[in-house]
């Protein structure tokens, strides 16, 4: 089971200006394409062509305009033209962000293509999300897209599929809820019920299915949204203005029209994270990837309509990172390992010299290049730091398997294993070799 590991992709701009463009259309017979999707830390990762150049972008409804970044490999290649600067914001407690907006750019997505799309070109280096996931992410696309075409997310079969208005048909659905969509600078809003201290409330919340937790809320006394005293202050993503810290927590209940999920996780970003986000009159939050992932959604921004029908994800039990741990690709080291290729005996030449020396290599291993991973973010009393890790180790094997031989999400994975679980790591501390354990705990149960 997939869960939020933190990573947050919600972008406001602080100036925009609109232009003309193109728009999404089919390329084939049947106004219809399908594309596999991979699916990491409940986000939609898929291909993209811009300019005929393949990248690897987020299907992220809370963002308007396709953004692109961790591209300096590829810039010669993409060909960006017709540019002018121009700052954007984003969650996060630092500046703005530099960014060229280009037009006349062909997108590809499967048979979808738009001969002229407008994007904004981000190139400072700092802005890499990759390490927090674990692989190449080169862009978001939102608005452009969905404006354009129907969109299905099938999150149990990992695919969208992408449809001409007119040629979408909607089957009879006895099992699925249509809500109304409401929209607020290009991004779509619905209206749903959270139950906080046994009473029901109702709520305004973005679709973002560009973040990867359940629900965040907007802390207001005044409505009864409120954290309570269970909660533990966390990091909870980044943004495109840097980190965002808040409370993690839970509600009694969130209901979307008819269906109903118990004890939802869900997260209370500190006000000067989001203090863009809270312009938007009457919102109350957002609802993110751990929720979205337990529906089949058909979103379709032409009648301002989304429909849900539950999955096999629904049931699934919300959770949480229990070790205080954030960890992110961080280059990578040499590693020595057995070649298997080579057996015991042929491994070792042996070589004499006339004065008698002996000489014996042995060819058995070899030496490569691995990812390597860090502790990036450390949650203040968790387990993992009053083991005594630190911000900067470099994780070496945990619970007995070296970490080069998984990916980061699998690491991650052990992290919101159930409480009691014991984690064993071995590290290394500027050339230090460390081995270090801890329990993972449920913080809600000590409170």
Known sequence: MLRAFGIIFVFFFLSHSVFSQGRFTVQNGQKSDKIKFKFINNLIVFPVKING???????????????????????????????????????????????????????????????????????????????????????????????????????????????????????????????????????????????????????????????????WLFEDESLGIRSGEKFFNDFLGHGLSGSVYGKRSRVDAFTLKGYTLKNVNVAFPDSSSISYARRIKDRNGSISGNILKRFNVIIDYRRAIVTFKKNGYFKSKFTYNKSGIELAHDGLRLVRERDASINPVNGLERNENTNGTRIVLDTRYKLSLKPAFSIVELRA??????????????????NGKQAYQLSLQDIMEMFYADAGKRIRMRIDRDGVIMNLSFILENVFDKK
């Open 53 to 215: 150049v393949e990248l690897s972008f987020l299907l992220d409804t809370g963002v308007s305009k396709p953004i692109i970044f961790n591209i300096l490999n590829v810039s010669d290649s993409l060909r960006i033209k017709n540019t002018e600067s121009i700052y954007l914001r984003g969650l996060g407690e630092g500046e703005s962000v530099e960014a060229l907006k280009s037009s006349n750019n062909v997108f590809q997505i499967g048979d979808a293509i738009n001969l002229n799309q407008d994007l904004y070109a981000v190139y400072d280096s700092n802005l890499n999300f990759a390490p927090r996931l674990g692989i190449p992410i080169h862009g978001i696309i939102g608005f452009d897209l969905l404006k354009d075409l129907v969109v299905e997310i099938n999150y149990a079969h990992k695919y969208i599929r992408l449809t001409e208005p007119p040629q979408f048909k909607y089957k009879a659905c006895k099992k699925c809820d249509r809500l109304n969509l409401e929209f607020y600078n290009n991004k779509p809003y619905l209206n749903a019920t959270v139950t906080i201290d046994q009473k029901e409330i109702p709520v305004k919340l973005l679709i973002d299915s560009g973040g990867s937790d359940a629900l």
């Open 381 to 398: 009393g968790s387990p993992a730091e009053k083991a005594g890790l630190k911000i900067g180790d470099q994780l070496l094997v945990i």
